[in-house]
């Protein structure tokens, strides 16, 4: 009996030890399907890192990401790790681990040798020329995913479907053939919009219309045409074209689409999971085209990051600072969540076999809208002011939705916000 007390006690303290050399990471995510992947990132590298564990945390993207980071910081208890978006890169980035030194440490490379490999749209979000704050996770580009099957029963089909590779339609044209493919096919609404401000921009961008510009300051009252685009943005809402409860009310656009309310989703190139997902379990067949063109046309591009907060715990910052390290390795960690999501690369000319046929056609659409984008698009929103007007132009749309401002009145509303952003009386 003496012998068994022993042998527990011996395997309590044993246990003891061990938990005691693992560090335990904590990653916020602010995207279901960034959150599965990283997941599956993480699960691969515990294995070959047994002494890290890293908790992944799904936080909703549309209902409180931002806030919850917010208060984080407020409250000095971060994450030890975060992905996070275009959107709000430049409000975290002052509380990451500059990675520059890891990376060069790790890689033999310069900061800007390692910058040079990724696209042009993403590297505005890095930090300054000598810094390295986050390491570039997916890249995306905005597209239309259309319901093919109602766009037939229609008789129509969008640009590229059509054959038309070179040119895409004009709003007028897309707004008619949504009506029809509505009509046809006795739905409710025709076109689902994802609650987001940068979904609002690329309409905004196709118009030649920006928010801020590269200097940061509010331009949007300078262009006669933007309380107009405000309007015809709401009216889309009021004319049963996007449903109002995926601006008012947290409806699902994704669900939506997917369940048949809509024929067509203003989303982008990362719903390309979710989109075989759907044809396999449910049926259906879904492809991407293009955005419609305004003065231009184009895919705003995107993208999310992967970064280290510094957290002052030295154990800590040294795991976090090892797993972003080993996702930095574009034929490594990265292709451990690059690969099964079918994302595309943030980095310049790295073809990804996916053994999907559907995504190889899909890529030849993502890269013309790609190609497309204008440097500004990126640049004008690579800043902290964007991140702070991101939810508060959301809010002004839905007021508007809602018939309570106008488009002139959501204009001056949000340059007072800036206002009030960058201290100016």
Not at 141 to 153: D, L, R, V
Not at 381 to 410: D, F, H, M, P
Request: hydrophobic fraction near 45%; glycine fraction near 6%; charge should be positive.
């Amino acid at each position: 009996m003496k012998k068994f007390l022993v042998f527990l006690f011996l395997i309590a303290a044993f246990s003891m030890i061990v938990s005691a050399a693992t560090v335990n990471l904590t990653m916020f995510v602010g995207d279901a399907t960034a959150g599965r992947l990283l997941k599956h990132s993480v699960s691969v590298y515990e294995q070959s890192h047994p002494d890290v564990k890293i908790d992944v945390v799904v936080l909703p993207y549309y209902g409180g990401f931002m806030q919850k980071i917010a208060l984080s910081i407020a409250g000095h208890t971060l994450p030890d790790l975060v992905q996070i978006t275009t959107a709000y890169m430049p409000r975290v980035s002052k509380y990451l681990i500059n990675m520059a030194p890891y990376i060069e440490k790790t890689f033999n490379m310069s900061t800007e040798n390692y910058k040079s490999q990724i696209i042009p749209s993403m590297i505005a979000f890095l930090g300054n020329k000598d810094e390295i704050l986050a390491v570039p996770l997916e890249t995306t580009t905005e597209c239309i995913w259309i319901n093919k099957k109602m766009f037939e029963k229609a008789g129509i089909l969008p640009p590229p479907l059509n054959g038309q590779t070179e040119t895409t339609w004009t709003w007028d044209q897309f707004i008619s053939a949504l009506k029809k493919v509505k009509e046809v096919n006795h739905i409710p609404y025709a076109l689902s919009y994802d609650y987001s401000a940068d979904r609002f921009y690329n309409f905004l961008a196709i118009w030649g219309v920006t928010v801020l510009d590269e200097k940061e300051n509010f331009v949007l009252d300078k262009y006669p045409q933007a309380a107009k685009l405000f309007d015809t943005f709401i009216s889309l809402f009021k004319d049963r074209i996007i449903p109002p409860a995926e601006w008012l009310s947290g409806a699902s656009a994704q669900r939506d689409f997917f369940e048949g309310i809509t024929a067509a989703y203003w989303s982008g190139s990362w719903q390309g999971s979710a989109v075989l997902r759907q044809e396999k379990q449910v049926g259906g067949d879904y492809v991407p085209a293009y955005i419609p063109k305004g003065k231009i046309w184009f895919g705003e591009p995107g993208g999310s990051f992967l970064a280290a907060f510094k957290t002052s715990n030295k154990q800590k910052e040294k795991a976090a600072i090892a797993f972003v390290t080993w996702m930095a390795n574009k034929d490594k960690g990265y292709l451990t969540y690059i690969k099964p999501g079918l994302q595309l690369s943030a980095y310049k000319d790295q073809m990804i076999d996916y053994g999907i046929v559907k995504m190889n056609d899909w890529e030849k659409t993502y890269g013309t809208l790609l190609s497309r984008a204008p440097a500004w698009t990126m640049l004008d929103r690579a800043n902290a002011i964007w991140s702070k007007l991101y939810n508060l132009i959301r809010k002004q749309i839905a007021l508007g939705i809602a018939g309570q401002v106008t488009g002139k009145e959501i204009i001056q509303n949000l340059k007072k916000s800036y206002e009030g952003i960058v201290g100016k009386k």
